[in-house]
């Protein structure tokens, strides 16, 4: 791939991040890789306990007491986050890597005006001094679409709806144009249409800056339209990685099979949803084989007893398709017998 | 916000009527004959009536009530039985002596408090916050007589640096300000911590943080204003306590002060100089509860809205 | 015609504003505004809509857990309006609720079997003898253990929790639940867990479901008849297959293609509504959607549409705009 010669914009490897609570070490993240390049859109897709918004967390160096990165390495353009003193990092966050969070509601601070949050972040890193942070406020919410930006500027987060107010977070986010935007949940908690107005802001934005975009969701729908590559996460590690159009083509992952097949759609009739079962193992009681094992209708003995690899599928594939990397044993040499996952349907 | 304010003095109107209702009331039930006093112990029954008279004392309670509003509103609270001076010239330079120490008690409870409170939240579960918390309960559950009288052991007796008693120089300020603002400065600590802890895990503190913004303006900008929204009523509560609290200290540190005032006047059957004591205190208290409620409605602009 | 279960009429809910010197009424938000709809036994019939458009307000005002400002709601044929508190506890039973956060509608005190328990207590339809072997029944109804009704709330997922709500709602054999964004905060695993136990019980039991949901995935899975609202109206009512397939109403329309597919392959005109949803304080004159309608002219602004069918569309399919043919007509041209 051409791409190879391309510096990453994110590099992350071996990633490990724990929470350590009287009980024990939690590892809420453990081992997870993968990179994005610029104007390249990565999806995080998983269920709550996933471990996907830690992860995001962890490379915003945000994770707070008891958590802990424990391992791994968070590089951006090539430089080591991790370890940068907390003063040099301050000076990255919010400038060449910023977030925008799932609570538009709760995300902004009620005692300031939008307008300075947003010339906030323009003084911290463009030593702008307070005019001229304003003006580019200013700039910034006409950018993300708010009508009549001065006046709106002047107003209290609880002034605002819910969009506007996640399209102030993402004004905040951009306005030191990052290299790097991690959006993690950033259209949960709002309405469809509006959910609409906000991802076609995000697309468009980085149309403009050539931005590299983290999009951590639940829904693959939204990863559907927005992501590239697709990195799917449970208990705390990637399950299966690959472009988008490859992964919604040829899901190897029973768990991504089972979620795929788990969502009402409102564009076709399902008879019946497949459903996984059970939930999701805690991190006191992580099982040593496969994580997904107990509740993987096709897990054999191997799966419980060996902990499998993140790989290419060298088994089980059919032939001149491409795929992304998996960690199922299925698609190993050890796996005896054909792919049980074959002819599963999938919605296409 | 004029519409609130305006609301809010309206509604202080009853409340006023209420406080005043009761001051005067208490005076009736208190055991004790007016005109005794005044004409004094060896008064003939003709005489006494004759005060009782002159004083209006036979007239209906409400009567007596309306005619005492009246002169309330003409800042007039009557007459010092004992020394027949207008009550309002007793009191007034008492009570700004007691409102200055008040307030010197408030600096120390504010500055005090607040920083305890944050340094507490910001090392959570360390040893100083642990330090600092033993300190408040200590702080909270000492008398304030004891500690005034531990503070002229050490620095007047033992060291000799500080008068022991009375008021006005900057000496004189530092020991009864540190015994009135001791328990204030407990109670704010712990409330700045626990408040300091709640918003501290709130999802806008993040925000800043994720902005950039150092840790220091993370807790005293983004952290501390909204944390200090709630504190801002307890320290007016505290005022209030300060004011009515003010006589113990005065006593141990004799100053001459409203409470202490009160004290002599009860002691002495001086019923107008009590009552108009009573009123003053109350008519304040009242008056900052409203400033309060004003200073929250500024800090807090969520319920400006409504 | 089968006489339908459950009927509202021109139901009405103000939630009253105040404010000024004196704390007067100033103002009313108009939640749900003039909506009347019938639901058939052994139907479910879904509320759609974004929120602030009044769908949980129907579903707590048909319940009488708020009481309407004005309307009719009648169950069997009476009318819950005139009933007294203590006749409409008893009607309760037929008529039961599952809320979105199943946490917070569970006494974290009460071990499972005390939740259950209480719940029949109060409608007193099972004898105190017979309640342990109901309990372990409706427990296995909804796919626990019945020794899992030893354990308190916290002590489920939030699956789990969501099926002790339904066990409890079952528990007094009601005839209509009223789901209120029930799988909302559910992962797709378990939310597809939740909705499929539903469905199953629906069929087991001969249940009438008013199912309420801003997820319009869920709803088509559900659903038999959908009822879209925007700003505290009906804008469009219709059965499943002709809501999803033919949406008549510029809402349902914009609503659908805001959706996004968990499919890459598909890529279609998506109608992206400019703005936010004005306030139910002050809602926009004529037709609600004006505002924000691309097919909006001077008619939609002063003129409130009604209710409507036309040729060709299905009798059971109305919509309220006064455009629908136009926007059918603008389609056919576009496809070709």
Redesign the interface.
């Known amino acids: 791939m051409a791409s190879n010669e391309q510096t990453p914009v994110l590099e992350v490897k071996g990633l490990q991040t724990s929470f350590f609570t009287p009980d024990g070490e939690v590892k809420a993240v453990d081992g997870v890789d993968f990179s994005v390049n610029s104007n390249e859109t990565l999806g995080i897709v998983g269920e709550s306990g996933s471990g996907k918004s830690i992860t995001s967390l962890s490379v915003m160096r945000l994770i707070q007491h008891p958590g802990k990165i424990v391992g791994g390495t968070i590089e951006l353009s090539g430089e080591d986050l991790l370890k940068k003193s907390k003063q040099q990092f301050a000076k990255y966050r919010g400038n060449r890597l910023s977030m925008i969070f799932q609570e538009p509601m709760t995300s902004l601070n009620p005692v300031f005006t939008v307008g300075s949050q947003i010339a906030e972040a323009v003084r911290i890193h463009k030593k702008l001094d307070k005019k001229a942070a304003w003006q580019e406020a200013v700039n910034m919410l006409k950018l993300v679409g708010i009508p009549a930006p001065e006046d709106r500027a002047k107003r209290y987060p609880h002034e605002l709806s819910g969009g506007m107010r996640q399209r102030v977070m993402i004004a905040i986010a951009l306005s030191c144009d990052p290299e790097l935007l991690i959006a993690d949940e950033p259209t949960t908690a709002l309405d469809v249409t509006i959910q609409a107005q906000i991802l076609e802001l995000i697309k468009e934005l980085q149309e403009k800056s050539g931005m590299a975009v983290l999009m951590i969701t639940h829904d693959l729908g939204v990863i559907a339209e927005t992501a590239d590559k697709v990195v799917v996460m449970y208990a705390g590690e990637v399950v299966e990685q690959a472009d988008v159009k490859t992964l919604f083509k040829r899901p190897l992952h029973p768990y991504t099979q089972g979620l795929m097949n788990a969502i009402p759609r409102h564009d076709i009739d399902l008879d019946e949803l497949e459903m996984i079962p059970g939930t999701v193992p805690t991190p006191q009681n992580m099982p040593s084989g496969c994580r997904f094992a107990e509740r993987c209708p096709y897990a054999r003995e191997l799966c419980v007893e060996k902990h499998p690899e993140l790989a290419t599928p060298s088994n089980n594939v059919d032939e001149g398709i491409t795929t992304g990397q998996t960690r199922c044993w299925i698609y190993t040499d050890e796996w005896d017998g054909p792919n049980p996952t074959k002819g599963v349907a999938t919605n296409q | 916000m004029h519409i609130f304010i305006l609301r809010r003095l309206l509604q202080l109107i009853p409340v006023l009527f209420g406080v005043t209702l009761v001051a005067f009331l208490i005076i009736q039930l208190v055991p004790g004959d007016v005109a005794q006093v005044m004409a004094g112990e060896a008064a003939s029954e003709a005489q006494l009536e004759q005060m009782r008279e002159n004083l209006g004392l036979n007239d209906p309670l409400v009567v007596q009530y309306g005619r005492f509003l009246g002169d309330l509103i003409m800042f007039d609270l009557g007459e010092s039985v004992r020394t027949g001076q207008p009550v309002m010239d007793i009191i007034a330079p008492r009570f700004i002596i007691t409102v200055e120490l008040a307030l010197w008690g408030m600096v120390v409870a504010v500055s005090v408090g607040l920083f305890f409170g944050i340094l507490s939240a910001t090392y959570r579960n360390t040893i100083r916050d642990y330090g600092t918390m033993t300190l408040a309960v200590v702080g909270l559950s000492m008398p304030n007589f004891w500690l005034g009288l531990l503070l002229i052991y050490w620095f007047s007796i033992q060291l000799g640096v500080l008068p022991t008693s009375g008021w006005g120089t900057w000496q004189q300020v530092i020991m009864p300000a540190i015994t009135m603002g001791t328990a204030g400065a407990a109670v704010i600590a712990r409330m700045t911590r626990s408040s300091m802890l709640e918003v501290i895990d709130q999802d806008y503190v993040r925000t800043a943080r994720a902005k950039g913004v150092s840790e220091r303006f993370v807790v005293y900008k983004h952290a501390f204003r909204n944390a200090l929204i709630p504190v801002v009523t307890v320290i007016g509560l505290q005022f209030g306590y300060f004011l009515s609290g003010a006589v113990l200290t005065e006593n141990v540190f004799a100053i001459n002060g409203l409470g202490r005032l009160v004290v002599d006047a009860i002691s002495q059957r001086d019923f107008p100089v009590v009552q108009g004591a009573v009123i003053v205190l109350a008519i304040t208290f009242v008056f900052v509860n409203f400033l309060v409620d004003i200073a929250y409605r500024v800090l807090n602009k969520r319920i400006d809205l409504n | 015609m089968t006489t339908p279960l459950f009927e509202a009429k021109n139901l009405q809910k103000y939630f009253p504003v105040k404010?000024?010197?004196?704390?007067r009424t100033q103002a009313q938000v108009k939640a749900v505004d003039d909506v009347s709809f019938a639901i058939n036994p052994g139907e479910t019939l879904s509320i759609v809509g974004?929120?602030g458009c009044g769908k949980s307000t129907t579903g707590r005002a048909i319940l009488r857990l708020d009481d309407p400002t004005d309307g009719e709601i009648l169950f069997e044929g009476q009318n819950l309006m005139e009933l007294s508190k203590s006749d409409l506890r008893q009607k309760r039973k037929e008529m039961q609720i599952i809320f979105q956060d199943p946490y917070a509608s569970l006494n974290p005190r009460q071990k499972v079997k005390q939740i259950l328990d209480e719940a029949m207590a109060i409608q007193g339809v099972v004898p105190k003898a017979k309640r342990p072997e109901r309990i372990r029944e409706l427990m296995e109804v909804v796919g626990l253990r019945p020794e899992q009704a030893e354990r308190y709330p916290f002590q489920f997922?939030g699956?789990?929790r969501q099926r002790i709500g339904i066990a409890r709602a079952l528990s007094v054999d009601p005839k209509l639940i009223v789901c209120d964004e029930a799988v909302s905060a559910l992962?797709?695993?378990?939310?597809?867990?939740v909705?499929?136990l539903l469905?199953k019980l629906q069929k087991d039991l001969d249940l009438t479901y008013l199912f309420i949901s801003?997820?319009?995935?869920?709803?088509?899975?559900?659903s038999d008849r959908v009822i879209v609202m925007y700003l505290g109206k009906i804008v469009e009512i219709a059965d499943k297959k002709d809501l999803?397939d033919s949406p008549r109403h510029p809402y349902t329309r914009?609503?659908?293609?805001?959706?996004?597919?968990?499919?890459?392959?598909?890529t279609r005109e998506?109608i992206?509504?400019q703005g936010?949803?004005p306030s139910p304080m002050n809602p926009p004159s004529g037709c609600r959607f004006h505002t924000r309608c691309p097919f909006a002219t001077d008619i939609c602004k002063t003129e409130e549409p009604e209710l409507r069918s036309t040729t060709f569309m299905n009798e059971t399919h109305k919509a309220a705009c006064h455009h629908i043919e136009k926007i059918a007509e603008t389609e056919k041209t576009s496809i070709v």
Do not use: C, M, W, Y
Request: charged content about 20%; overall charge negative; proline content about 6%.
């Open positions: 404010g000024g010197i004196l704390n974004e929120s997922s699956g789990q992962d797709v695993s378990t939310q597809a867990q909705l499929n469905k801003h997820d319009l995935g869920v709803v088509r899975h559900i999803f914009a609503l659908l293609s805001a959706i996004p597919i968990p499919d890459p392959s598909k998506r992206v509504l936010d949803v």
